[in-house]
Nanobody, 116 residues
Framework: QVQLVESGGGSAQAGGSLRLSCAASGRHFSSYVMGWFRQAPGKGREFVAAINGKGDSTDYADSMKGRFTISRDNRKNTVYLQMNSLKPEDTAVYYC?????????WGQGTQVTVSS
């Protein structure tokens, strides 16, 4: 069982930055692929970024490439999402995800609001 707690959300101006954190409890954190997803009002949940267990391979949605950076610290059981050059369309609830085989865990989400 893995529990995920996101933090770092809030409000920002367009062009600004925010850093999200996701702290994981439970065992074998470094075995999990960690990801960030988001859900804007009235829309479905969409993929943002993912990072493998070792932290040496990442993947991003096209619209986030060059603006967002995912990283992890396995000593702290934490994954991060650095968001730069924020746009109003980045406004959403951001969710942390941990996946390993048939195991799939989600955090409660953290709100990010970007104003123009």
């Amino acid at each position: 069982q893995v529990q995920l707690v996101e933090s770092g959300g809030g409000s920002a101006q367009a062009g600004g930055s925010l850093r999200l954190s996701c702290a994981a409890s439970g065992r074998h954190f470094s075995s999990y692929v960690m990801g960030w997803f988001r859900q804007a009002p009235g829309k479905g949940r969409e993929f943002v970024a993912a990072i493998n267990g070792k932290g040496d391979s990442t993947d991003y949605a096209d619209s986030m490439k060059g603006r967002f950076t995912i990283s992890r610290d396995n000593r702290k059981n934490t994954v991060y999402l650095q968001m730069n050059s924020l746009k109003p369309e980045d406004t959403a609830v951001y969710y942390c995800n941990a996946g390993l085989g048939r195991y799939d865990y989600w955090g409660q989400g953290t709100q990010v609001t970007v104003s123009s």
